[in-house]
């Protein structure tokens, strides 16, 4: 039996290209969480790096409680970017 459940009433998209995206979008307040890197091109103030390394088990531990982290935050949206469309990429970008 799970002790916690995740049911966000933020919307949240997963993106190829976070940087194009967020710029439709200037006066949002948008959290995004990363596969390894944050962006620097752009004013995000809440971002969370799910692996540093990339290693996509790493980044599946950390999804949860980032998810979490920014459900809190009353943002009007949360943006990912893709992760590997195998393997354990697949079953993080679902």
């Known amino acids: 039996m799970l002790l916690r459940q995740y049911a966000s009433s933020t919307a949240a998209f997963l993106v190829k290209h976070v940087t194009q995206f967020i710029k439709v979008f200037p006066c949002k307040k948008v959290g ?16 969370k790096v799910l692996s540093v390394e ?23 949206f949360r943006i990912t970017d893709r992760f590997p469309d195998s393997g354990l990429g697949n079953v993080i970008n679902d």
């Open 32 to 47: 995004v969480y990363f596969s390894k890197s944050k962006i620097t091109s752009v004013d995000i103030r809440h971002q």
């Open 54 to 76: 990339g290693d996509l088990r790493e980044a599946a531990s950390n999804l949860y409680v980032t998810m979490h982290r920014l459900g809190e935050l009353n943002l009007d």
